[in-house]
């Protein structure tokens, strides 16, 4: 398997610009989970979801941020409109369904480096 | 609120000399604690798993700990290549943390030759 794919890996854009940044998870997995990562705050969980429907969204900071999960093979992040303050790298993981007995480990891409400027 | 600390948050090592990564959490109920590898500009691998007070994992020149409140990562005789940033997150048992995993700041280790 290629694992957890994100597209693009590098993007820079003005203050004011949409933003999307995509993943496509690893085959079979059921779960997909978004973070962010600074210097200051660390790896933040912004959103997951299972079987394509978000579960948890506590974590987007702000309505400017928004998520879609249109198939289990594809998903979303896009922020619009982008501000200085949203540079960081964002991390897709995914992962397959906890038996009961066992938690599935979490997979992550290789990540997306946003500067805002 | 589920609170990972790790330390210290930076680590030079020589190679061969051995040390420990602490991190401390504090979670409703614990279903897991994970360590995680992260090389710079890359996403963070995963290492280990533990579940209960007592377990213990190990993978070449690492070992992992875990009692109520803390987890070790031991690096025994570390080499270069074991420079990184190393990651400890928790997953509570409580049915509404769902997947989500907490994650500590990191312990960066750089091991000289």
């Known amino acids: 398997d290629a694992g957890v794919i994100q597209s693009p890996r590098h993007e820079v854009t003005e203050m004011g610009q949409e933003v999307t940044l995509r993943c496509k998870p690893i085959s079979g997995h059921d779960y997909l989970f978004w973070y962010r990562q600074t210097m200051m705050r660390g790896l933040e969980l912004l959103i997951y979801?299972?079987?394509?429907?978000?579960?948890?969204d506590s974590g987007m900071p702000e309505d400017r941020f928004s998520a879609k999960m249109p198939n289990a093979s594809f998903s979303t992040l896009k922020i619009q409109p982008s501000e200085p303050r949203d540079s960081a790298v964002y991390f897709c993981?995914?992962?397959?369904?906890?038996?009961?007995?066992?938690?599935?480990?979490?997979?992550f891409g290789p990540g997306t480096r946003l500067t805002v400027t | 609120e589920d609170q990972v600390t790790q330390s210290p948050e930076a680590l030079r090592l020589q190679e061969g000399e051995s040390s420990s990564l602490n991190c401390s959490y504090t979670?409703?109920?614990?279903?897991?604690l994970f360590w995680y590898r992260q090389d710079p500009g890359k996403g963070p691998e995963f290492l280990f798993t533990l579940y209960s007070a007592g377990e213990e994992k190990e993978k070449e020149r690492l070992k992992a700990t875990l009692t109520k409140k803390e987890s070790f990562l031991h690096i025994t005789a570390p080499k270069p290549e074991d420079s990184a940033t190393y990651l400890c997150a928790v997953q509570a048992a409580i049915k509404a943390a769902g997947n989500k995993l907490t994650f500590g700041g990191g312990t960066r280790v750089l091991v000289k030759p």
């Open positions: 979801f299972n079987n394509n429907v978000p579960i948890d």
């Open positions: 979670v409703s109920g614990l279903r897991g």
């Open positions: 993981a995914s992962s397959s369904f906890w038996t009961g007995t066992t938690i599935d480990e979490q997979y």
